[in-house]
């Protein structure tokens, strides 16, 4: 992870990590530097998680609604996915989510209600309702 100290070969370093300034050589310099950067990388991370936290309260409220063509047994001409799932998210409301953080156990393929999951952080996941209605 970004500020921590780890020890690795010499030519390792030398030859990969210091030119991609992937990581440097320890000076008391370096370590003030990195000190400074904990805090705000710190300050982020808490400001991320704070953020996710209050989108997925919102999120749980929300009831996405998608029209969509269907034969008369209910069953859906196509198939609804994620990436309609946050298209309509982002007309419904003032939420917008990427369709690569929405989970579906498979895709939904008939009429009905359903539950989507969207991975908002790493330690946030957040559930909300989907409801698929005939146009």
Known sequence: ????????????????????????VVSAGT????????EKIEAQ?????????????KLAEITVVIPVQASDD???FGSVSERMI???LHA????????ARI???????????FTAKAKL????????KVSVVRS
Not at 121 to 128: C, E, G, P
Request: charged share 30%.
């Open 31 to 38: 370590l003030r530097q990195l000190e400074s950067k904990k």
């Open 103 to 113: 989970r579906l156990d498979e895709h939904i393929k008939a009429l009905g209600e």
């Open 92 to 99: 419904q409301g003032s939420v917008k989510i990427e369709a």
């Open 86 to 88: 946050s298209e309509y």
């Open 45 to 57: 991370r808490k400001a991320d998680l704070e953020s996710a936290q209050t989108l997925s309260a």
């Open 1 to 24: 992870f970004a500020g921590d100290e780890i020890n690795v070969a010499p030519g390792y370093a030398r030859n990969y990590l210091i030119p991609r300034k992937i990581a440097t």
């Open 121 to 128: 952080h790493k330690d946030v996941i957040a559930s909300f």
């Open 74 to 76: 209910n069953r859906l």
